[in-house]
T-cell receptor
Framework: QKEVEQNSGPLSVPEGAIASLNCTYS??????FFWYRQYSGKSPELIMS????GDKEDGRFTAQLNKASQYVSLLIRDSQPSDSATYLC??????????FGAGTILRVKS | EPEVTQTPSHQVTQMGQEVILRCVPI?????FYWYRQILGQKVEFLVS????????KSEIFDDQFSVERPDGSNFTLKIRSTKLEDSAMYFC????????????FGPGTRLLVL
């Protein structure tokens, strides 16, 4: 079973700060990477997908991928209290299934 | 915006009973999935389904589980004889095409087995 590792947190940041979330994966052949946000008791909600090395920006969110280091990160700029949630890193294995990390709890304090 | 829908939102059942969880994937999507999340644990893949057959399944998806697409819109997960450890959130997901496509998740069914 391929592994996806995340620091469980909680990561606490003040409102307006940058939150940095990290993820490592074990399958060197993985090609597709996703960040989902999950509020307590709710389903995963897609934030970003990334497939190529480098940065991908979407509004306040930036995903970063380094395949050589098998590392994916998510930066959230100008963090808001509404960003408080669990952030799930997911890696698509050969075939179509997603392998999820355990998630990082983010708390944004106002 | 099209969404994946799931029913029921909550289901309580007795151990040994059969349950059917229902999902309506996004209308033009072709690949369908079931995942589950035991409280406090990771989201885990159960099964993927394409072209009216299972394309992949996990070790969790044993003979007690089955999936079906009974018509053009519904996608169901049946647990034949529920166990206490089947208590979890069950999420349906779908994607338009398989490779490198984002999977969109439904709101989930919370199953409690007593």
């Amino acid at each position: 079973q391929k592994e996806v590792e995340q620091n469980s947190g909680p990561l606490s940041v003040p409102e307006g700060a940058i939150a940095s979330l990290n993820c490592t994966y074990s399958d060197r052949g993985s090609q597709s990477f996703f960040w989902y946000r999950q509020y307590s008791g709710k389903s995963p909600e897609l934030i970003m997908s990334i497939y190529s090395n480098g940065d991908k920006e979407d509004g306040r969110f930036t995903a970063q991928l380094n395949k050589a280091s098998q590392y994916v990160s998510l930066l959230i700029r100008d963090s808001q209290p509404s960003d408080s949630a669990t952030y799930l890193c997911a890696v698509k294995e050969y075939g179509n299934k997603l392998v999820f990390g355990a998630g990082t709890i983010l708390r944004v304090k106002s | 915006e099209p969404e994946v829908t799931q029913t029921p939102s909550h289901q309580v059942t007795q151990m040994g009973q059969e349950v059917i969880l229902r999902c309506v994937p996004i209308s033009n999507h072709l690949y369908f999935y079931w995942y589950r999340q035991i409280l406090g644990q990771k989201v885990e893949f159960l099964v993927s389904f394409y072209n009216n057959e299972i394309s992949e399944k996990s070790e969790i998806f044993d003979d007690q589980f089955s999936v079906e697409r009974p018509d053009g819109s519904n996608f169901t997960l049946k647990i034949r004889s529920t166990k206490l450890e089947d208590s979890a959130m069950y999420f349906c997901a779908s994607t338009a095409r398989g490779l490198a496509e984002t999977q969109y998740f439904g709101p989930g069914t919370r199953l409690l087995v007593l």
